[in-house]
């Protein structure tokens, strides 16, 4: 086996024809890394790192040996709440180290989810337990199933490789920005569901955790909303950043909690066309490459304050994903081919609570989506986005024509400055200036700005132990996910899933 790192092919070049130049002798390769060079005016260009094969051999396949527990043991299931990307790792872990679980959710399986969303989409119809932020796959399966993620974990490559295997594209274990696709993620997330009822897991939809079962600072299980209980030693939290109703539950209940900084601002969405073209400049229609996307920061040193993009849809849609009835919340999404002709991003502000309450943050945030709600009403929308020209939002100007946009619910014209404090105002549009001095053309007369971008993290943590990942005031407890405050995104949420799932089988062992 030879390792090539660095290993430059142009746009125009075929890899399988380069590596025979290097090796005639080639019979197998595996491509370990795969990104995109297009920085500077020079024709863009793959790079590679490939560990190739020769004289018939071939790559081995990735394996990820678990020990197991002696299945002729009597255990008690592990409950898990939640069944997004936190849960279902958890699950799939649990079942692979040889640990029953069961796994409850308040809201439906995938396919039964669309249509509560579609309605919700089309008819303002929402149904508070089941919707673009709740039920299988939880908020990850509407946003664009990015696994990009800053986290060094050594659970991530077994996140990728058990992804592929229930039917994502084999790329993501090598792409530098990995990507399903929301349309490829709804039906990665039901194989993965199959799998698990087949093996140790059983799963119950429609079924809304209202509280935890508690004996003394033991948590014992957990109870319904029907107030049937479910028992076990160990409960993994893995409810989400948006289940508002069981984190007032959990304040009742005393188990430990912190505020922390999240980010809020708006989504901003341009033609994908502009996009490539400052991206990609003279090759921005070149066919063998992909919708272009970018990341961006601003930092007011003065200040200590930072704006930066988050959530980057190439080709994609611009949601609004609520959870509660007369509030607005923005989001963005794109299928496998990202072929929509709109790109958007979120452009978020870091907000650090004040001291003193826990749900401080919280409260900020629902009062945010509420006012965003009334100023939507105020403009006769209900179902839609409130929305502004990108320059008009510069200005402080009220838009009166939008033209089209991506939005699935549609939008409505309005003012979205009032939303903001000067401050926060006065920082963004301080980055949108400084994003297109970076990227000349990200202002235009076409740009546009949604709100309210608000579900970038979970405003609380549920704090744990650092050895035993337990909650700090309750033992039998863990805290898991976005939702308690340790993850954000699909891949660090599944890879704290995995992480919590070891610690369980490492305490029954």
């Known amino acids: 086996m030879k390792n090539f790192k660095n290993l430059k092919v142009g746009l125009d070049e075929d890899l399988e024809e380069k590596l025979k130049l290097l090796e005639p002798k080639v019979s197998d390769y595996k491509i370990l890394r795969k990104s995109l060079d297009a920085r500077g005016y020079k024709k863009p260009y793959f790079v590679y790192e490939i560990d190739l ?12 040996p678990l020990e197991r527990i002696n299945t002729s043991e009597k255990i ?61 796959g939880g908020a990850g399966l509407f946003s664009d199933g990015k696994l990009i993620t800053r986290i060094k974990s050594p659970h991530i490559s077994y996140v990728m490789n058990r992804l592929v295997k229930f039917g994502a594209p084999a790329e993501i274990e090598y792409l530098n920005n990995p990507h399903v696709g929301s349309d ?78 999240f980010a809020i601002g708006l989504r901003v969405e341009h033609s994908q066309t502009d996009i ?3 991206q990609y400049k003279d090759y921005y229609d070149h066919p063998n490459l992909d919708s272009a996307n970018y990341k961006l920061t601003y930092n007011n040193k003065n200040k200590n304050i930072g704006v930066y993009s988050f959530c980057m849809c190439p080709g994609g849609y611009v949601l609004t994903s609520s959870t509660e009835p007369g509030t607005v919340v923005s989001n963005g999404m794109s299928n496998y081919n990202r072929n929509s002709p709109y790109a958007n991003s979120a452009i978020v502000v870091t907000y650090t609570p004040p001291e003193g309450d826990v749900f401080s943050g919280l409260d900020h945030r629902t009062h945010l989506e509420k006012r965003t709600y009334d100023v939507l009403k105020s403009a006769g929308g209900d179902r839609e986005l409130p929305a502004q020209t990108l320059i008009d939002f510069l200005n402080n100007k009220k838009s009166t024509d939008l033209g089209k946009t991506s939005s699935l619910s549609g939008a409505v014209p309005v003012n979205l400055v009032p939303l903001f404090s000067k401050e926060m105002h006065s920082e963004l549009s301080h980055a949108f200036h400084n994003f297109d001095k970076k990227m000349k053309g990200f202002i235009n007369p076409h740009s546009k700005v949604f709100a309210i971008e608000s579900r970038t993290s979970c ?51």
């Open 53 to 64: 094969y020769k004289d018939g051999n071939k790559a081995p396949a990735k394996t990820f």
């Open 76 to 136: 008690k299931p592990v409950i898990i709440v939640g069944s997004g990307p936190a849960g279902l790792f958890a699950a799939l872990r649990l079942s692979e180290r040889g640990i029953p679980s069961l796994l409850l959710e308040q809201g439906t399986e995938t396919k039964e989810r669309l249509k509560d969303i579609a309605q919700f989409w089309r008819k303002a119809k929402l149904n508070p337990k089941n919707n673009v932020c709740h039920g299988e």
């Open 184 to 261: 490829k993620i709804r039906r990665v997330i039901p194989v993965m569901r199959s799998y698990l009822l087949n093996n140790l897991c059983k799963i119950q939809f429609n079924t809304k955790v209202k509280e935890l079962a508690i004996n003394k600072n033991y948590v014992t299980g957990v109870v319904d909303e029907n107030g049937v209980t479910y028992d076990s030693d160990q409960v993994i939290l893995a409810c989400g950043h948006s289940a508002n109703d069981l984190f007032s539950t959990l304040r009742n209940q005393e188990i430990y909690m912190e505020s922390k900084s």
């Open 276 to 278: 490539n073209k400052i």
């Open 459 to 509: 405003p609380i943590r549920i704090t744990r132990d650092n050895d035993t990942l337990e909650s700090l005031s309750h033992k039998g407890l863990y805290p898991c996910g976005e939702g308690a405050g340790y993850a954000g995104g699909i891949t660090s949420a599944a890879c704290d899933g995995v992480k919590i799932a070891d610690k369980i089988y490492e305490n029954i062992k």
